[in-house]
T-cell receptor
Framework: NAGVTQTPKFQVLKTGQSMTLQCAQD?????MYWYRQDPGMGLRLIYY???????DKGEVPNGYNVSRLNKREFSLRLESAAPSQTSVYFC????????????FGSGTRLTVV | GIQVEQSPPDLILQEGANSTLRCNFS?????LQWFHQNPWGQLINLFY???GTKQNGRLSATTVATERYSLLYISSSQTTDSGVYFC?????????????FGTGTRLQVTL
């Protein structure tokens, strides 16, 4: 099925470990986004990529890096995980078609101990 | 940055009841979307509605951009409507725009 695929779905890290969250979309969308969701809060933008080859910081970029590998893939890297990065991470994509808006992946639940 | 306030924060309805969720935002926007997060955490786009009115089945939405608010109407609610409803806004035109989310309205529909 067409959509946004995130891997892994769950991950437990120790403080200081690194990891990369993967995101891929097959809808030929230009723009991709990484958000985090903490309990009782809305989603906050970490990084986004308006088009292939460009990335920009969002509201909460500290501690993260991103790579727009190609039009389909947008990865999020935690270089040295901290307990404050325990969260649910969502990847989303959007295209030029104004009717449908964002499409979200199913999320990655990350726990840093 | 843009501030987004949603009300009410929590809502409990009996199946079959109607409800109105409100989203106020602090600045002009060219992008406004409503999302439903189901109890399993999946986020589903309901409407892209920077202005005007749209309807999709039992759901409809109205955005009055000049007065900086949007309303989501749910009619004849069902238990499957339970979850959290988010309003998100952004300055960019079209859908390729970073969004600022409200903190959501948590809806519980009971039998």
């Amino acid at each position: 099925n067409a959509g946004v695929t995130q891997t892994p779905k769950f991950q437990v890290l120790k403080t200081g470990q690194s990891m990369t969250l993967q995101c891929a979309q097959d809808m030929n969308h230009n723009s991709m986004y990484w958000y985090r969701q903490d309990p009782g809060m809305g989603l906050r933008l970490i990084y986004y990529s308006a088009s292939e080859g460009t990335t920009d910081k969002g509201e909460v970029p500290n501690g993260y890096n991103v790579s727009r590998l190609n039009k389909r893939e947008f990865s999020l890297r935690l270089e040295s995980a901290a307990p404050s990065q325990t969260s649910v991470y969502f990847c989303a994509s959007s295209g030029k078609d104004s009717f449908y808006g964002y499409t979200f992946g199913s999320g990655t639940r990350l726990t840093v101990v | 940055g843009i501030q987004v306030e949603q009300s009410p924060p929590d809502l409990i309805l009996q199946e079959g009841a109607n409800s109105t969720l409100r989203c106020n935002f602090s600045d002009s926007v060219n992008n406004l979307q409503w999302f439903h997060q189901n109890p399993w955490g999946q986020l589903i786009n309901l409407f892209y509605i920077p202005s005007g009115t749209k309807q999709n089945g039992r759901l409809s939405a109205t955005t009055v951009a000049t007065e900086r608010y949007s309303l989501l109407y749910i009619s004849s609610s069902q238990t499957t409507d339970s979850g959290v409803y988010f309003c998100a806004v952004g300055p960019g035109t079209g859908t390729a725009s970073k969004l600022t989310f409200g903190t959501g309205t948590r809806l519980q529909v009971t039998l």
